[in-house]
Each structure stands twice: as structure tokens, then as C-alpha cells.
């Protein structure tokens, strides 16, 4: 098997290296996945999720590293390098030139999401559906 070649069989293991290389070498319909980032608690209430894949328009609060605690909307996502870019989180260069921070999706929380898309509103539509029935059901058993 060529080296560039992703494997559809692999699970998982404990090496470091197999890791990197599985993260390294996936397509992109899988690296969406990995640039998932936690809701918070407001928002898994409401998504019924944990986490969601983060995108442009959404708010997100930095957990760790130098901009610890700062909220902003996100500008760019990069799935080639799983790296979010926030709007105000950037570096100063010497001649005073301003360069965005890549962030790492562990590293953030959304705290607003952006609903222009119809797939996030159709997942919360249906977790409402579900949460009548299981309502409904209850009542009957009453």
C-alpha cells in the first residue's frame, strides 16, 4: 500500500505515528469530523449534541493557550490543516503587519452558532420532534 494512501479499514491504535499519519493522510470528508468542537452547556441542551462541527459565523470562546478566555466569529476553517482562524486572535509582526492564529478545534468551545444553514436548523428540528413523543409517551403512561 502507497504511504499517501488512506486506509478505510483502520480503527484504531495506541502508536502516536499511526495516529498522525491516519489524521495526516484522511480525505476530506473525514477531516470534517475532526474539526468538531464542544458546545456549551446552553447548546447541548438545545442541539442535544456534545459537539458540532465548527464554521464560519460561529462564535467560539478559546479554552487554552495565549488568548485564553476571549471570544470571537470564526473567519476561515482549514480542513487540510484542522486549524480554525477567530476574528481577533492575531499576531503582530514587527512592521506592525497582522497575521490570523490558528487555532486548534480542541482547543475552543462555540458558544453561538451560526443558523443560516439548513442542516443545523433540520437537526434541531428534529430533536424536538423527539422530545414530544418521549413527552407524549410519559403523559400516557400517567
Do not use: C
Not at 475532526?34 to 478559546?62: E, F, I, N, W, Y
Amino acid at each position: 500500500m502507497d504511504a499517501k494512501q488512506f486506509s478505510t479499514s483502520w480503527k484504531a491504535s495506541s502508536q502516536p505515528r499511526k495516529q498522525r499519519k491516519y489524521r495526516y493522510n484522511a480525505p476530506l470528508h473525514i477531516r470534517q469530523k475532526l474539526v468538531h468542537v464542544h458546545l456549551s452547556k446552553d447548546l447541548r441542551q438545545k442541539q442535544g449534541t456534545r459537539a458540532m462541527q465548527v464554521r464560519k459565523g460561529d462564535k467560539v470562546k478559546v479554552l487554552r493557550g495565549k488568548f485564553r478566555k476571549q471570544e470571537g466569529k470564526v473567519e476561515r476553517v482549514e480542513l487540510k490543516r484542522e486549524r480554525v482562524f477567530v476574528t481577533g486572535m492575531d499576531y503582530t509582526k514587527k512592521n506592525g503587519t497582522k497575521i490570523p492564529v490558528p487555532l486548534r478545534p480542541s482547543n475552543l468551545m462555540i458558544v453561538a452558532l451560526e443558523m443560516t444553514d439548513k442542516r443545523r436548523t433540520a437537526g434541531k428540528e428534529k430533536l424536538q420532534k423527539k422530545e414530544s413523543k418521549t413527552k407524549s409517551k410519559s403523559e400516557d403512561k400517567k
